[in-house]
């Protein structure tokens, strides 16, 4: 029997071409038991790795090939670079392992590290060493030194190793300059007497993958295909073979291969024993962790209960009872408690925070402030935060403000648990369509602008039909497919997808420990200055029981942090987001007609395609509301009928009579994930484990094939308890379709109330909202030209960056009057929203920022004053600012301002610096209308004059198109035409193909759907024109509004290059 | 001063249809970079029309149909620039040569010999057209003027002077500049930006105040817009073409008489050469064949050849063209010789007195080309290993002397092999037995000694590359023993794994 202890997966980044799971289910075909995996300096793929093993009955040893680089005049013997396969025999070998790659990562730039020899004697006590391949310490000796340097080597290893830890590695790739080292390696072996080991330094799992690691190759060394020579493979052999394969191979030698599995008996280590402990929190003495936490919480219920009504707050109290009972048991209150210390140092440093995901299902997390949401008030169910049989930690996520404000609870955590304590978790960059098309065709040798054309026709529609495959956009690129070349190409992107190309850090990820984080896996430096990351992605630690604390950042937060601020100093009124009024009519009358622009999590046009029909009228509303248009619910055929079970349309019921409890508050109709989990306990007599088994499959990216196993579990349980076939579609539906991605509920809750929150702000704070909007972009779902130009209509003022007046961020400025455009006239009045020098194009911050400080010194009286007072202005700077009306207060107009900043960038030079400026007319013509359109749109991406579509009304009514105000009072069917500005373009993967256009003119927002035949016949127009003309029948469905396109129309209104967001 | 300009538009097509006639009104584009990666670089207004963009694809530019493409040819342009040259030369000896598809004439005094200037700028574009080529003319009174409005306007444009801004005006910005390089964009952008949408615009700024913002060049691009510059012209230097040329009374079959003619082609080349204190780093000679019609640029034999060292010896030069010619004979009777050579500086060397005496330049060359007769060209020159894996890629460099010293070097510091082994070219034929994957039984047709039972085997080694070409390889080699009389003798069998062929490929010593 033969057992493969040498591989590498594509984790060694560009030195392997499978994934992890691939060579395991090659491993797994040819019935090995066991398989190590010896990635480049790293564990990156060891969980995966271990997962899959786990799955397939296999067991996975650990090790890596650790870089070596020992100066020549050093330990005689080890000298020069190399690769050290180091493979893990125990526990303190893994630490050994991870604390010598940890060393060798920090000190050095990223993918440059090299051990040192004191290092490797320091850390290698539990592992064991092999000689290697065509890069290990024995080749580099051979090739340095012949016989005598090659003994040295082996002397050394042995001795840092001790006797029974080497292996002399043979490894055999029908190359003859490899035999030869292989029969130096036997003497070698023979005279130390050391034990032989067969590998076959495997890189992939099948031959036919070798092309991929050739062109790796390639892209490591900066060549192409056809310039890298010899540094490509000679052939197609380090793929895993079979134990038949490598028993013939090693025929002549039968211990190399006996000794696998001899070798594999000795290593007992996996990662089920990874020795993590959560970090305990330092208490006042006399005090449990438990006792301080149980002190905390009820702290808390007093603030959060204290005035609710009997009935609650003892169902508070029971539930927190329980819950802390449980905490208890499980010994998680050192994990609250830190959870509990990281919100209140937000509180302290007036960071906004709120818990989100399943911790909103906790009374505890609620009275402890990590949460916003009343889980008690609310029903919801615990368990799916934290059960007694899962075994797992709970997951709490915590929302910030992006930026800064998420930075500086980042380094509060670094500070208190240490550099080696705390950590990021990793983000693997995988290669996509775009970066395959780029690189793949880099190595074939294809020019830039090539690369440009398929790089940029392999676009993210979220749909794709057999059409919009990989091969037709090719096609769109002009490429022709038929050429073997460009074949090749073809094949190669597409076997690339999904491997990993390198490592990234995540967002918000962090992993905290007790004791060294970087004995349970190894850290690295991240790109961003003081920062460490673990090897893992946060996937890979929930595998592996790992805690983590998701600090995310949220625009939207950072968006309310700043409304508050603005009004606070602008509207002199004090906002609390814990205190808003309950029931608002503004908000609920502005969700119920769509008018949600900016909102978040209910801004989409499929959001406000459904928000009429809804009809939201209370919070409870806005949690399903958030929650319904989710691809889950969509693909599983939920929304619909929710909606006209809600409008009485049809009878509210259940599937099975035993679900109504489950199901009853959303009508009969599942929603959230934790009704989902209840039906497969009540339906199919699911276990507490199987639960949390389907919960893992419904949150996983790698959850297709799971799913396919639980559906099978589901069926049987049913078929027990007598659910009728029907029923079990139903059922089986629902639970498949949320594998896509559904919310809990408690999710929804949190995003519910940053909804609610964000609506109330934009109802009754305008100005500050859209202010503060503005300053968080990008975000959500509209480009800033349309917050604009909603803003507008819904009454604000908006006025034009001046660089007398404008700072660096959109402000408010106090005006005597308000000129109303169509729409409700808002608390806003009086005040008007001056956009900010951010949105110059080209402008930087630090020049802006000089600029706002000369004018706190003194005005500037003239262009040439600008200039001088700062001289950091860039020619282009100045300009940009010129052409779009920024400099009108010091000049005449925006082109008299072009005309003096054309003189006023020439330096005179000191001999002339002190003549007076002289005073020339400007001879250039003021911009016409379009010529402004054109440099706003141009210059800062938006325009506060009238929009495009306002200049042409005249021509576009002549034309028979309708404003998209209009629709509202017109019949349902009527046939018609819409115009304007392409502001969104989707084609979501749930919606067959169709494609959604947003078209906004001077009036509002009007929507079309374009069938997928339309779409392939217009495809061009549509994806690439600014301004269209949609004709088709109107479809009125309870003021859901839309048109159906039946003919697509370019429509020319400005050539300013106005932008849409496409491909949601 | 009147100044006359011929300007080609869409010059690379131009130069196609001057080859293929029968191609003009259809929509032409020419396409430019190596295949599969062709780009469109040139169009008529017919392809323009129909929808082809420059940029595009060979794919896309099909996809729309019914456009002819050509790949773009540095020859026609050539002969298609010569012509322009030619007929601008027909008309003026002062001729500035402003770039492919431009010419500027010196027009002055011409009136009395082509009539007015209106009808001299007819003149021009009917011959022009009779060389093939439709062009657009000017006259003004200064080049610069001259040739913005051939490029501006389609047909024959004459302007008269102290008309020219009020003529040019209409013009766009554009067509101040000939290349859009960055400095070009620069200024068209800051116009743009100021409103400047035509040359009329951009003559009426003031003057002061535009050149206290664009500098001196953008002072003279206004005095471009209003036609106002005054330049010298920059003649071609006519002096250093050396081309020759003999219309033949009958056509030549034979390459003897040929060499006769050539002969006395190159003594007048080579002397009027040498009279410049120069010697030719090139000759080019041109055949235009019976029946060929010189503006189709079909039948015309052309043969080029570029010396490594520039030489001025009429003997070697004949002798070169002679082996040339027979090695590449023209194939049909011909009409023209035209002879043109390239000079070149005389080079200056001094022998070491230490090295060794290198075979002279002009042997050498003699040489060389006598060599390339027999095996063909690309088949002499130095072997250069190749960066690959495959088993004994190489690949021919020209041959330089004196840089085998290097080679030598990097030979002898290469370790020595235990073994060496002999290689048969090319390696012979062999039916295999195999059993187990072993080679078993070797039948060796072409030498019966190379046959029979494989004593033992070693192998395989196998290599394979170039997977993304379509000359793939995968090779697998064996070194087998079998037994020769009473010894026994170890070969190298090679086993081609995509044809199924084995062969015997050497045998070691």
């Known amino acids: ?1064 | 001063m009147p100044y006359a300009c011929i300007f080609v538009p869409d010059f690379p097509v131009e130069a196609w249809l001057r080859a293929e006639p029968e191609l003009r009104g259809q929509a032409v584009a020419v396409l430019e970079g190596k295949a599969p990666l062709q780009r469109i670089v040139a169009t008529n207004e017919n392809a323009r029309g129909a929808g082809i963009r420059l940029g595009m694809t060979r794919l896309q530019a099909e996809t729309g149909g019914g456009v002819v493409l050509r790949v773009r040819s540095a020859q026609q342009e050539a002969a298609a620039h010569a012509a322009l040259l030619d007929c601008a030369q027909s008309f003026s000896p002062r001729v500035e040569d402003t770039s492919d598809d431009t010419v500027l004439l010196d027009v002055a005094g011409l009136e009395a010999l082509f009539g007015p200037l209106s009808r001299m700028a007819r003149t021009m574009a009917q011959r022009t057209a009779q060389l093939g080529l439709v062009a657009q003319v000017a006259v003004a009174a200064n080049p610069d003027a001259a040739a913005l409005a051939a490029r501006g306007f389609s047909g024959v444009t004459v302007i008269s002077e102290g008309k020219e801004a009020e003529e040019l005006g209409r013009l766009p910005l554009e067509a101040l500049f000939t290349n859009r390089q960055a400095e070009a964009e620069q200024f068209l952008e800051t116009l743009e930006r100021w409103g400047i949408r035509n040359l009329r615009e951009l003559a009426a700024l003031p003057e002061a105040p535009l050149s206290g913002r664009l500098g001196q060049e953008g002072l003279h691009l206004q005095q471009l817009a209003r036609g106002a510059t005054m330049r010298p012209l920059v003649p071609a230097e006519e002096l250093l073409v050396f081309e020759e040329g003999i219309e033949l009374e009958y056509p030549l079959v034979l390459l003897e008489p040929l060499a006769f003619l050539l002969a006395r082609l190159l003594e007048q080349v080579c002397a009027r050469v040498g009279a410049r204190a120069r010697v030719i780093q090139e000759l080019r000679l041109e055949l235009e064949l019976e029946n060929g019609r010189r503006e189709r640029g079909q039948n015309i034999f052309q043969r080029r050849l570029r010396l490594p060292v520039p030489l001025l010896d009429a003997k070697v030069f004949l002798k070169l063209l002679q082996l040339d010619l027979q090695a590449h004979p023209p194939g049909a009777p011909i009409v023209k010789i035209h002879l043109a050579a390239e000079p070149a500086r005389p080079r200056a060397a001094q022998s070491g007195l230490f090295q060794p005496a290198l075979p002279e330049p002009e042997k050498l060359e003699l040489t060389l080309a006598r060599i390339a007769r027999v095996v063909g060209e690309d088949k002499v020159g130095s072997p250069e290993l190749c960066d690959t894996h495959r088993p004994e890629s190489f690949q021919l460099r020209r041959f330089v002397p004196g840089d085998s010293e290097a080679e030598t070097k990097s030979v002898s510091q290469s370790r020595s092999l235990v073994t060496a082994s002999r290689i048969f070219r090319p390696p012979w034929i062999a039916a295999v037995t195999v059993q187990d994957g072993k080679p078993m039984h070797i039948d060796c047709p072409r030498r019966k000694e190379v046959s029979g039972k494989v004593l033992w085997a070693s192998g395989p080694w196998r290599s394979s590359g170039d997977w993304w070409e379509q000359e793939g390889w995968s090779h697998e080699q064996w070194d087998v023993a079998l037994q020769q009389g009473d010894g026994i003798v170890l070969y190298r069998l090679v086993r081609d794994l995509l044809r199924g062929k084995w062969f015997v490929e050497g045998a070691y010593d």
């Open chain 1, 1 to 1064: 029997m033969y057992v493969e202890l040498h591989a590498r997966s594509a984790f060694s980044f560009l030195e392997g071409a499978s994934l992890p799971e691939h060579l395991i289910a090659s491993g797994a075909k040819f019935e090995m038991p066991v398989m190590a995996l010896l990635d480049r300096d790293g564990v990156y793929g060891a969980p995966r790795f271990h997962m899959a093993a786990k799955k397939a009955g296999m067991k996975a040893r650990v090790g890596a090939e650790v870089s070596c680089k020992f100066p020549a005049g050093g330990s005689a013997g080890l000298r020069g670079q190399f690769r050290l396969p180091l493979l893990v025999s125990d526990r303190s070998g893994y630490q050994n392992l991870c604390r010598l790659i940890t060393r060798m990562k920090l000190r050095a730039p990223k993918g440059e590290g090299a051990v040192r020899f004191e290092e490797l004697q320091e850390h290698a006590g539990g592992l064991v060493c092999l000689t290697g391949g065509d890069e290990g310490p024995l080749a580099a000796a051979l090739a340095g030194g012949g016989m005598e340097a090659a003994r040295g080597c082996i002397q050394q290893l042995k001795n840092v190793f001790g006797e029974s830890c080497v292996y002399v590695e043979l490894q055999r790739h029908f190359r003859r300059e490899q035999e030869t080292r292989n029969r130096a390696a036997m003497a070698i072996a023979s005279s130390f007497r050391l034990p032989l080991l067969a590998t076959n330094g495997v890189c992939y799992a099948t031959a036919a993958e070798r092309e991929l690691c050739d062109v790796f190759t390639a892209i490591r060394h900066h060549r192409t295909l056809a310039t890298a020579g010899r540094l490509l493979s000679r052939n197609s052999e380090r793929h895993l073979k079979s134990p038949k394969q490598m028993q013939e191979l090693f025929a002549d030698l039968p211990e190399a291969v006996a000794n696998t599995l001899e070798l594999s008996s000795r290593l007992e280590f996996t990662l089920e024993d990874l020795g993590y402990e959560f970090p305990r929190y330092p208490v006042p003495v006399g005090e449990t962790m438990m006792s301080f936490l149980r002190e905390r919480t009820w702290e808390g219920f007093e603030g959060r209960y204290g005035r609710a009504a009997e009935g609650l707050r003892g169902r508070a109290r029971s539930q927190i009872e329980r819950e802390l009972k449980l905490i208890e048991k499980l010994e998680l209150s050192g994990y609250f408690l830190i959870v509990w210390d990281l919100v209140r140092f937000c509180r302290e440093q007036s960071i906004l925070v709120q818990g989100r995901g399943s911790a909103a299902n906790s009374a505890v997390c609620y009275s402890l402030g990590i949460t916003a949401v009343d889980p008690v008030g609310m029903d919801l169910l615990f368990e799916r935060f934290l059960s007694e049989e899962r075994g797992e930690w709970p997951d709490i996520d915590l929302d910030l403000p992006s930026g800064d404000q998420r930075e500086r609870v980042i380094q509060y955590l670094y500070q208190r648990y240490g550099e080696r304590g705390a950590a990021m978790t990793a983000n693997v960059i995988t290669y996509r369509s775009r970066m395959a098309a780029r690189e793949m065709g880099k190595a074939l040798g294809f020019d830039a602008e090539t690369l440009e054309k398929v790089s940029d026709a392999v676009s993210n529609w979220e749909y794709r039909d057999a059409k919009d495959a990989f091969d037709y956009r090719f096609r769109d690129a002009g490429l022709d497919l038929r050429h073997p070349r460009l074949r090749k190409y073809f094949e190669l992107c597409v076997a690339v997808q999904d491997l990993p190309r390198h490592l990234g850090q995540h967002s918000g990820g962090m992993v905290i420990c007790q004791g060294r984080l970087d004995t349970v896996v190894p850290l690295e430096p991240a790109s961003m200055p003081g920062r460490v990351v673990v090897q893992w992605d946060k996937e890979d630690c929930a595998d592996l029981g790992i805690i983590k604390v998701d600090l995310l950042g949220l625009g939207m937060m950072a968006v309310l942090e700043d409304s508050l601020k603005i009004i606070r100093t602008d509207y002199g009124e004090e906002v609390e987001l814990a205190h808003l009024p309950a029931d608002d009519p503004a908000v609920y009358s502005a969700l119920q007609k769509a008018d949600t622009i900016g909102m978040f999590q209910i801004e989409s046009r499929a959001q406000m395609s459904c928000l009429p029909r809804l009809q939201p009228r209370n919070f409870y509303d806005i949690v399903v509301q958030v929650a319904i248009i989710r691809p889950g619910p969509i693909v599983g055929q939920m929304v619909n009928p929710y909606l006209q079970r809600r409008m009485g349309r049809e009878q509210v019921m259940y599937p099975h009579p035993s679900l109504e409890p489950v199901l009853a508050r959303t009508l009969g109709v599942p929603l959230f994930q934790e009704q989902l989990l209840r039906i497969a306990m009540v339906a199919a007599s699911f276990t507490g484990g199987e639960a949390e088994e389907l919960r893992r499959a419904m949150g996983f990216k790698r959850s297709q094939a799971r799913m396919k196993e639980i559906e099978a579990k589901l069926r049987s349980g049913m078929e027990r308890n007598g659910l009728t076939q029907a029923a079990q579609e139903q059922i089986i539906t629902a639970i498949t379709s949320f594998a896509l991605y559904g919310f809990p509920e408690s999710h929804a809750a949190s995003f519910a109330l940053i909804a609610y929150a964000s609506a109330y702000l934009k109802c009754h704070y305008l100005a500050a909202f859209t202010a503060a909007l503005l300053n968080n972009q990008p975000m959500g779902f509209y480009r800033p030209a349309t917050i604009v130009k909603d803003a507008q209509r819904h009454g604000l003022k908006v006025l034009r960056i001046d660089v007398l007046k404008s700072g660096w961020d959109c402000t408010l400025e106090t005006v005597s009057r308000i000129a109303g455009a169509q729409g409700e006239t808002t608390a806003s009045a009086g005040l008007a929203l001056r956009m900010g020098l951010r949105y110059v194009r080209g402008l930087r911050e630090e020049t802006a920022q000089t600029i706002v400080k000369q004018r706190q010194l003194g005005r500037f009286v003239s262009i040439y004053d600008l200039v001088h007072r700062v001289p950091g202005l860039r020619k282009d700077e100045l300009n940009k600012l010129a052409e779009i009306g920024g400099l009108n207060s010091l000049a005449a107009d925006r082109r008299d301002a072009l005309w003096q900043v054309g003189r006023a960038i020439h330096d005179p030079g000191p001999l002339l610096a002190e003549l007076p400026v002289p005073e020339d007319r400007s001879p250039l013509l003021p911009m016409d209308g379009e010529e402004r359109l054109v440099a706003d749109f141009r210059g800062t991406g938006l325009t506060v004059e009238p929009h495009p579509t306002a200049y042409h009304r005249a021509r576009m009514q002549a034309m028979g198109i309708h404003p998209a105000s209009e629709l509202s009072r017109l019949r349902n069917g009527q046939h018609l035409r819409i115009g304007g500005c392409v502001i969104a373009r989707q084609r979501p993967g749930t919606a067959k193909g169709f494609v959604f256009l947003s078209l906004e003119d001077e009036t509002g927002v009007a929507n079309a759907i374009i069938t997928p035949d339309l779409f392939e016949k217009n495809r061009r127009l549509i994806t690439c024109e600014q301004f269209l003309v949609v004709e088709g029948a109107l479809q009125n469905q309870d003021n859901v509004i839309s048109v159906k396109a039946e003919r697509i129309l370019p429509l020319s209104i400005t050539r300013a290059p106005a932008e849409s967001h496409d491909f949601h």
